[in-house]
């Protein structure tokens, strides 16, 4: 494995992560609330919890990548 390969395979992975948390956003985002539901804030309060992590580690994987070029 070339050097130029070995920086590309990190690279890639973190685009790949970085792709799949935006459209794990995405989806909470489009989430319809169902009220009807008992247990629906505890749903929310989890979504919104994840959504939070979800962004959080975009934003480090962005710092990462900054770091790295």
Do not use: G, N, W, Y
């Not at 539901?37 to 994987?61: F, G, K, N, T």
């Amino acid at each position: 494995m070339t050097m130029e390969e070995r920086k590309l395979a990190p690279a890639t992975a973190a685009k790949e992560m970085f792709d799949d948390l935006q459209r794990l956003i995405e989806a909470i985002d489009r989430r319809v609330p169902q009220l009807q539901r008992p247990s629906e804030a505890r749903i929310a309060q989890e979504a919104a919890d994840l959504r939070q992590r979800a962004v959080a580690l975009m934003r480090a994987i962005e710092a990462a990548v900054e770091h790295d070029s």
